[in-house]
C-alpha cells in the first residue's frame, strides 16, 4: 500500500468522505446496469465491488494513514482487505481474555495474507486489573471492562491515522441500522469505513464458500459472533447471532463504536 503524510485537518478530512462515497455510489450504478450480471447475482456481485472500491479509494487517499480494525471474528473483513489492498495495516485488539482459536485465526491470517497485523494490548494486564479492580471485572461492571481493555486500546491503535476500517454491518444490530459504507467517526473525527455496511448472512456465507475463507474454528461450535471468553457463548440455531455475547446482560456493544 503507498504511503503518505500528508497531514489533514478534521474538517479537510471530512470534506473527503463525500468523494468517497461518490466513488462507491458510481460502482454500484455500474455494476446495475442491465446485462452486467446474472440474475440473482446482481446485488451480491454489486455489494462486493463497493466494498473493494471502499477499500481502494481509501488506500489511495490515506495511504498508511489507514488501518483496520479487526477481531478476527470478522474473518470476511480481513479477506477482502488482504486480496484488495496488499500491505494494508491491520491491528488486532488482544484483550487477554481471547479464546486460544482468535489468536490462531490471527496468526493463520498474518502467515497467509499480504497485510500487517500489529497486536494491541490494554495498559493493563488481566491480573494487573484484577488487583486494581478485583477478579472477573467483567461479570461485576462489563462496560468498564470492556473500556480498559478494548476502548482504550482502541484510541491508541488509531493514534496517528486518519481513517480506519471495520467489519460492521447493518445487520449485526439495532445500533448499526444506519451505518454507511464511507462515514465519518464524530467521536475521533476521523474517517470511518464500513465496506461490509450493507451485506447480508447469505453475501457472507457466499463469498466464504466462493474464495475459500479460512474461518475462526469456533464457527464449527455454533458461535456465532466472536468476542471475549468469558462473555460470549455459541447460539442455538435460529437465534439472534449476537444473542452469545454479553448474555444475560443488558448490554448489546462494547464501546468500540458508540
Known sequence: MSTTSTARTAGELRALVGGGAERVAAVEAAQTEP????????????????????????????????????????????????????????FFLDTGYHFAETLGTRDAYAAMLPISIRTVVPQQTVAEQDAEHGPRLHERNPDLCCA???????????????????GMRREDAPTRTDIDLVGWDDRRQMVKLNPLAAWTQDDLDRYVDEHRVFLNPLRQSGF????????TRPVAEGEDPRAGRWAGKNKTECGLHT
Open 35 to 90: 446485462g452486467h450480471a446474472e440474475p440473482g447475482h446482481a446485488a451480491y456481485d454489486t455489494r462486493v465491488e463497493a466494498a473493494r472500491e471502499a477499500l481502494r479509494w481509501a488506500a489511495e487517499t490515506f495511504g498508511d494513514q489507514l488501518t483496520v480494525a479487526s477481531s478476527m471474528g470478522d474473518e470476511v473483513l480481513v479477506h477482502l482487505v488482504g486480496t484488495t489492498i496488499p500491505g494494508a495495516d491491520v
Open 148 to 166: 480498559l481493555r478494548k476502548v482504550v486500546p482502541l484510541e491508541q491503535a488509531l493514534s496517528d491515522h486518519q481513517a480506519w476500517v471495520t
Open 224 to 231: 456465532a459472533s466472536i468476542g471475549c471468553a468469558p462473555c
